[in-house]
């Protein structure tokens, strides 16, 4: 096998490196345009799981890295002045010229052929005369930018700039310090990666380093600059380039990693974000999975699906958390007046992969502190903190959200409902909320919706409410008003969702005339004001119905493209009257609706706003959009927002992922000073205490977890050790209140040596 390979970076060389020493038959060439001691950049961290690759599949490169590792377990996280450190992460690094050093060596050992200062020929014209070429020619690679319908880029740039540079002397641990400018928030990364040499990022975003004119100066000036804004880290000691230029982070996303014989690794099929560490670590795990799969299957493309199979659930896990911990620096301002101590567990988590139960075992003393700043009581996790909503005492924070069930009759809840909210209130969680109550028979979403236009409607959710009150007192029970709008008329979920009914379609109202699916979604009527003023009115006589069946809190629905939402997005707006057009005029009608609610709706019981913070589509609800909805709410006497996202548009493209939804309601709380809900893949009790502890939601709402588990919440607490006033059981549960045993809980015993076993036959 003749093998060519683009770039002499890490993953280039640690890829033929792995190749070569499969099979010495193969004939490998690496080309590199740069001198074999060129670099840019300076320290690489890699983790110990890919070290542990690297020791399994070659012995000799892991010997000579381990020789190079600066080790190190804290990381220090100063803000206004002070400094707070975690223990117990664990980090290893080494100069990056070094690591090429080790690999050029080794390369030369086994035989593989380098060309430096020579530019590879066109992967096309390498295929033509190789079995295969692996393309690790970077974030910029000429390979996949040469034939983008082969392999289908999708490229982010992101709102931040960035320079690499150095100091010579070690940092103690991993610090992370932010300054306050005249110009704007800044931050520092650093580590050390030799003796006596860190590593150093400044990154700020784009506004800031144009306003302190960093976009005028050269390499020399921009070091200069950084070494004087951050002296005191520095102390005093000046900051070195290596051709370091000001860029911004450009996120990079390939629908295919391959084409004919050639393979993209790395920067050149996937990028994440560099305050996740772990550029060099995907590149050196793409190699080592690359070898593989090429040794394992019997031919060429079958190891190329392979090795795209295998690595691609990793690097998008990996990408998502990059990404999350991109927008938390993006969006930094925001948390800078946190406390002290929840700023650090905010920074330490913002990717997500860090978490409350994982720091705990990292670093119990600096977790248990954090937790006495948020004000917890004593042995008691975040989640069953209590936290009063308005003048409602909720006993934890956890909230099952609401889930249409699609099961009334004629828009009355039956048994069904009873039993559901019921066993969910049993369940523990502090408030459960309804499906989605329709406010009139127009404005429901299928025939199974149930709504509060009558007064048979309103008796059966009393017996529903009489039963949480009496049979888990302390358990807070909620209503979620709405209004289908353009998403109506349709058949029930499991029948089809978002298709019409066979037959017996009710007339739709929306914002604008605009169908759901066109073709295949009726075409609403556009509400005019007299048809304004009667849904206001009928929300009205459904929150007073609301009130006097016993609900503890009423949230307004105006999210997921129903008939609120309609009026908010400008994708669904096109209105061109006063309730249309520009943000503030889009509000009107749901603030006019909320208005009207909140009168008739009692004043010792809170009201809350479902949103879509984003639309997930070109053109609609922006993040800034988002925080003047939030804020108008707010102003006009909201006690919270739940903050979702999506739903509105059938062609959106979520970024699905564990806590997607999280960075838009951390965003309006920082924003706005208003308690938000959380929701979105919010799956475990670790979730939920991070989020709480990082000060990104003051409620999290379940939905699935409480469909799997209608006890989820004690079931939290028994996992994590609790039984205090948070979640307590009722009293005919109370014996259930211990994780039942699985089976027998002694190991299996000593073993005597095989001579001592004799075995008889006859």
């Known amino acids: 096998?003749?093998?060519?390979?683009?770039?002499?970076?890490?993953?280039?060389?640690?890829?033929?490196?792995?190749?070569?020493?499969?099979?010495?038959?193969?004939?490998?060439?690496?080309?590199?345009?740069?001198?074999?001691?060129?670099?840019?950049?300076?320290?690489?961290?890699?983790?110990?799981?890919?070290?542990?690759?690297?020791?399994?599949?070659?012995?000799?490169?892991?010997?000579?890295?381990?020789?190079?590792?600066?080790?190190?377990?804290?990381?220090?996280?100063?803000?206004?002045?002070?400094?707070?450190?975690?223990?117990?992460?664990?980090?290893?690094?080494?100069?990056?010229?070094?690591?090429?050093?080790?690999?050029?060596?080794?390369?030369?050992?086994?035989?593989?052929?380098?060309?430096?200062?020579?530019?590879?020929?066109?992967?096309?014209?390498?295929?033509?005369?190789?079995?295969?070429?692996?393309?690790?020619?970077?974030?910029?690679?000429?390979?996949?930018?040469?034939?983008?319908?082969?392999?289908?880029?999708?490229?982010?740039?992101?709102?931040?700039?960035?320079?690499?540079?150095?100091?010579?002397?070690?940092?103690?641990?991993?610090?992370?310090?932010?300054?306050?400018?005249?110009?704007?928030?800044?931050?520092?990364?650093?580590?050390?990666?030799?003796?006596?040499?860190?590593?150093?990022?400044?990154?700020?975003?784009?506004?800031?380093?144009?306003?302190?004119?960093?976009?005028?100066?050269?390499?020399?000036?921009?070091?200069?600059?950084?070494?004087?804004?951050?002296?005191?880290?520095?102390?005093?000691?000046?900051?070195?380039?290596?051709?370091?230029?000001?860029?911004?982070?450009?996120?990079?996303?390939?629908?295919?990693?391959?084409?004919?014989?050639?393979?993209?690794?790395?920067?050149?099929?996937?990028?994440?974000?560099?305050?996740?560490?772990?550029?060099?670590?995907?590149?050196?795990?793409?190699?080592?999975?690359?070898?593989?799969?090429?040794?394992?299957?019997?031919?060429?493309?079958?190891?190329?699906?392979?090795?795209?199979?295998?690595?691609?659930?990793?690097?998008e896990s990996t990408q998502r958390a990059a990404a999350a911990s991109l927008r938390w620096f993006e969006e930094l301002t925001g948390c800078l007046g946190q406390p002290p101590r929840q700023f650090a567990f905010n920074l330490l988590t913002r990717s997500r992969r860090v978490t409350h139960d994982n720091l705990r075992l990292r670093d119990a003393a600096f977790t248990d502190s954090v937790e006495r700043e948020f004000g917890c009581p004593p042995a008691t996790p975040p989640m069953f903190t209590p936290f009063r909503l308005g003048r409602l005492a909720l006993r934890n924070r956890v909230v099952v959200s609401p889930m249409d069930l699609y099961s009334a009759q004629e828009g009355v809840p039956g048994d069904f409902h009873l039993v559901h909210l019921g066993a969910r209130a049993l369940g523990g969680a502090g408030l459960v909320m309804t499906e989605m109550v329709c406010v009139s028979a127009q404005g429901r979403i299928t025939p199974g919706c149930a709504g509060l236009y009558t007064a048979e409607q309103a008796a059966a959710w009393r017996r529903i409410t009489d039963f949480v009150h009496t049979r888990s007192p302390g358990t807070a029970i909620g209503v979620q008003l709405g209004h289908s709008g353009r998403k109506g008329s349709t058949r029930l979920m499991w029948e089809g969702i978002d298709q019409p009914l066979p037959e017996g379609n009710w007339p739709l109202a929306a914002a604008s005339p605009l169908p759901y699916r066109p073709g295949v979604n009726q075409v609403p009527t556009a509400l005019d004001r007299t048809g304004l003023a009667a849904v206001r009115e009928e929300f009205t006589a459904a929150a007073r119905r609301a009130a006097g069946s016993g609900f503890d809190l009423l949230e307004l629905h105006c999210a997921h493209g129903y008939l609120l939402s309609g009026f908010l997005s400008p994708l669904t707006n096109h209105r061109a009257d006063s309730y249309g057009g520009g943000l503030g005029n889009r509000l009107r009608f749901p603030l006019e609706v909320f208005d009207a609610v909140r009168e008739v709706w009692p004043d010792d019981r809170p009201m809350t706003v479902r949103i879509s913070a984003t639309d997930w589509a070109a053109g609609g609800t922006t993040a800034e959009d988002a925080i003047a909805i939030a804020r108008a709410f707010t102003a006009h006497g909201a006690d919270a927002i739940d903050v979702s996202t999506g739903q509105v548009v059938p062609e959106e493209r979520p970024e699905y992922g564990r806590s997607y939804q999280t960075p838009y309601a951390d965003r309006i709380r920082n924003a706005v000073g208003v308690p938000v809900i959380a929701v979105g893949a919010i799956s475990s009790w670790d979730d939920i205490n991070s989020l709480l502890l990082a000060g990104r939601a003051d409620l999290c709402a379940l939905a699935r977890p409480h469909l799997y588990d209608p006890h989820w919440t004690l079931h939290a607490a028994a996992e994590q050790g609790y039984a205090g006033p948070g979640a307590p059981w009722p009293s005919p549960y109370a014996a259930g209140s211990r994780r039942p045993p699985t089976g027998r809980a002694d190991g299996v015993g000593p073993r005597p040596g095989a001579g001592a076993v004799r075995v008889t036959r006859g």
């Open 1 to 315: 096998m003749r093998i060519a390979v683009i770039g002499g970076g890490p993953g280039g060389l640690y890829a033929a490196v792995l190749l070569k020493r499969l099979d010495p038959r193969r004939e490998i060439t690496v080309w590199e345009r740069n001198a074999p001691d060129d670099t840019f950049g300076f320290g690489v961290v890699l983790s110990d799981e890919t070290l542990g690759g690297i020791e399994h599949a070659d012995p000799a490169v892991h010997r000579e890295l381990q020789k190079e590792f600066v080790r190190w377990d804290d990381i220090d996280i100063i803000h206004r002045g002070r400094t707070l450190t975690s223990g117990g992460h664990g980090f290893a690094a080494l100069g990056r010229r070094r690591l090429l050093e080790i690999l050029h060596r080794r390369c030369e050992d086994l035989g593989v052929r380098l060309r430096f200062r020579t530019p590879a020929p066109p992967a096309a014209a390498l295929a033509a005369t190789h079995d295969l070429v692996i393309a690790a020619d970077g974030v910029n690679s000429p390979t996949r930018e040469a034939d983008p319908e082969a392999y289908g880029p999708r490229i982010t740039t992101h709102r931040c700039r960035y320079i690499w540079l150095a100091a010579d002397f070690a940092f103690d641990a991993f610090r992370f310090e932010i300054a306050e400018t005249e110009y704007g928030a800044m931050q520092l990364h650093g580590y050390p990666y030799a003796p006596d040499a860190s590593t150093v990022i400044v990154e700020m975003r784009e506004e800031v380093w144009r306003a302190a004119g960093f976009d005028t100066g050269d390499e020399r000036e921009s070091a200069g600059r950084c070494a004087e804004i951050f002296a005191d880290a520095l102390g005093g000691r000046p900051l070195r380039g290596n051709r370091s230029a000001w860029l911004a982070f450009r996120t990079v996303v390939n629908d295919r990693w391959s084409h004919g014989r050639t393979v993209l690794i790395g920067d050149a099929a996937h990028t994440a974000h560099f305050s996740i560490g772990s550029g060099t670590k995907l590149a050196v795990e793409d190699a080592l999975a690359l070898a593989a799969c090429i040794e394992e299957r019997p031919g060429l493309d079958e190891a190329l699906v392979a090795y795209e199979e295998e690595r691609r659930p990793v690097v």
